[in-house]
């Protein structure tokens, strides 16, 4: 009986919580707020991609490298699902959840290398070696030329982000023990988030414009005004059929 009542009670105050619960002071302060916004503007940008992808697959013209990828496939579930645990990634470190939020980037390197290397080579879509994946990538098409300092970033980022899915230290740790603690709003997690995610997406969406320039040219005005603040400028041009400056 006692472990009834003391269950009902907690129950009820997770019930008061869950009706009280509000991000309201996610922007509490100016700099949250800018680097909230710098996140959302990565999010609309990337989202915008993935609308111009979709609607290529649903039209059977989905192409990278000029390989099709067929919208029943494993290699586009994959490479959708990157977007996916992006979105995923925002919506985690706007709750303060930051491990959660670096351990969604990881998931999002790994299912883009998967998916675009998977259109290409049917072991990086069964190998459970992520090592072997990127060595199969890195001597892929989508992953080298202009696109190899790209893939090496997102290669970079992966290592730095095993350190939080495996708790390698302290620093990579949440020790919380409670839902109350919750929202968290920490800005210098919120800031070393931003610069792992900034920078994710604008390789992600570079070797995915890199692959097939039509998926940038493509977009609506009000998309591509959002995609030049998010894609690299080298990555812009050669979606506009400048020269090349190598």
């Not at 883009?112 to 072997?132: C, P």
């Not at 302290?170 to 792992?196: C, E, G």
Request: charged share 20%; with cysteine.
């Amino acid at each position: 009986i006692l472990m009834a009542r003391l269950h009902d009670e907690d129950f009820f105050r997770l019930k008061k919580y869950i009706e009280s619960y509000s991000l309201a002071g996610a922007i509490e302060s100016k700099i949250r707020e800018q680097s909230i916004k710098r996140a959302h503007k990565y999010t609309l940008g990337a989202l915008q991609i993935l609308i111009i992808l979709e609607s290529f697959s649903a039209k059977k013209n989905l192409k990278l490298n000029g390989i099709e990828i067929k919208a029943d496939s494993i290699a586009h579930h994959q490479i959708s699902e990157c977007f996916s645990d992006l979105t995923n990634s925002f919506f985690a470190e706007l709750h303060g959840l930051h491990k959660p939020a670096m351990m969604a980037l990881r998931s999002a390197i790994e299912t883009f290398v998967r998916g675009v290397a998977g259109s290409h080579s049917d072991e990086a879509l069964t190998t459970k070696n992520v090592n072997r994946l990127f060595e199969i990538a890195k001597l892929l098409k989508p992953f080298t030329g202009k696109s190899a300092k790209y893939f090496e970033s997102l290669r970079s980022n992966y290592g730095v982000l095993c350190d939080y899915t495996h708790s390698y230290s302290p620093a990579h740790m949440m020790k919380n023990h409670a839902i109350a603690n919750f929202p968290k709003y920490d800005t210098s997690s919120l800031k070393k988030w931003l610069a792992v995610y900034t920078g994710m997406v604008a390789s992600v969406l570079a070797i995915i414009i890199y692959s097939n320039k039509l998926i940038y040219n493509k977009a609506g005005a009000k998309a591509q005004d959002v995609l030049d603040e998010v894609i690299p400028k080298d990555v812009r041009m050669f979606a506009l059929g400048a020269p090349s400056q190598n």
